[in-house]
C-alpha cells in the first residue's frame, strides 16, 4: 500500500471555479502535510502546509486536514489559468525524517 | 540569489559511465535531500543529510553515493549509469528535519539525465 495517495487526473475545471485535490495517506500517526505545486519542466513549490485537523486558508487555497479520516485536501478557490500544474501532496510519516510524496494531480483550468 | 542550485541542468550520457550532480543552498539550512522523480513524476527520497551527516539513507542501489563536503553542500556522485537511471533529481533543503514549520522542504530546479 502506498504510503501517500492522489487521484492522478486530469482535472479540469472551468476559469473562476473552485477546484478541489483530495489526499489520503495510510500512517495514522503522520504529523505534518505538505502540498506543493509543479509546473511541467519546474521543481516543485510550496504552496502550504498544515499540522493541526481543520483548515488553514491562504488567499485563494485551504487546506483541509482530517486526521481521523486520514485525508488532506486541497481547495483552490476562483481558478485561474495560472494554476494549471500538478499538486503534489506530501506527507511525514511517524518518526519519519522525510517526507512521502503522493505521484500527483494535475489540475487544468480551462479559460 | 538562488536558494537551492543544481549542477548541471541537463546531462546526457552513455551507459556505464560515471557522473557527478552537484547542489548548493544558500538558505543557512541544516538538512539537505535527494530526490528522484522519474517520468510518471513519482518523486521519491533518496538521500538526507543533516549538518553533513547522513540521516536517511532508502533503497537505492549502492552506484549511488552522496558526498556532503560542508552542510551547504550535497552531492551525489553516480557510477556504471544505466538506462533506468534516467529521471530527474532534485535536491531541497530545510533548517531542520524534526515536525514543525522549519522541516519545510525548499527544492532546487533539478537535473534531467538521461542515459542511452
Known amino acids: 500500500q502506498k504510503e501517500v495517495e492522489q487521484n492522478s487526473g486530469p482535472l479540469s475545471v472551468p476559469e473562476g471555479a473552485i477546484a478541489s485535490l483530495n489526499c489520503t495517506y495510510s500512517?495514522?500517526?503522520?504529523?505534518?502535510f505538505f502540498w506543493y505545486r509543479q509546473y511541467s519542466g519546474k521543481s516543485p513549490e510550496l504552496i502550504m502546509f498544515i499540522y493541526s485537523n481543520g483548515d488553514k486558508e491562504d488567499g485563494r487555497f485551504t487546506a483541509q486536514l482530517n486526521k481521523a479520516s486520514q485525508y488532506v485536501s486541497l481547495l483552490i478557490r476562483d481558478s485561474q489559468p495560472s494554476d494549471s500544474a500538478t499538486y503534489l501532496c506530501a506527507v511525514r510519516g511517524t518518526g519519519a525524517n522525510n517526507l512521502f510524496f503522493g505521484t500527483g494531480t494535475r489540475l487544468t483550468v480551462i479559460p | 540569489d538562488t536558494a537551492v542550485s543544481q549542477t548541471p541542468k541537463y546531462l546526457v550520457t552513455q551507459m556505464g559511465n560515471d557522473k557527478s550532480i552537484k547542489c548548493e543552498q544558500n538558505l543557512g539550512h541544516d538538512t539537505m535531500y535527494w530526490y528522484k522523480q522519474d517520468s510518471k513524476k513519482f518523486l521519491k527520497i533518496m538521500f538526507s543529510y543533516n549538518n553533513k551527516e547522513l540521516i536517511i539513507n532508502e533503497t537505492v542501489p549502492n552506484r549511488f553515493s552522496p558526498k556532503s563536503p560542508d552542510k551547504a553542500h550535497l552531492n551525489l556522485h553516480i557510477n556504471s549509469l544505466e538506462l533506468g537511471d534516467s529521471a530527474v533529481y532534485f535536491c531541497a533543503s530545510s533548517q531542520d528535519f524534526v515536525a514543525g514549520s522549519r522541516e519545510t522542504q525548499y527544492f532546487g530546479p533539478g537535473t534531467r539525465l538521461l542515459v542511452l
Open positions: 500512517d495514522r500517526g503522520s504529523q505534518s
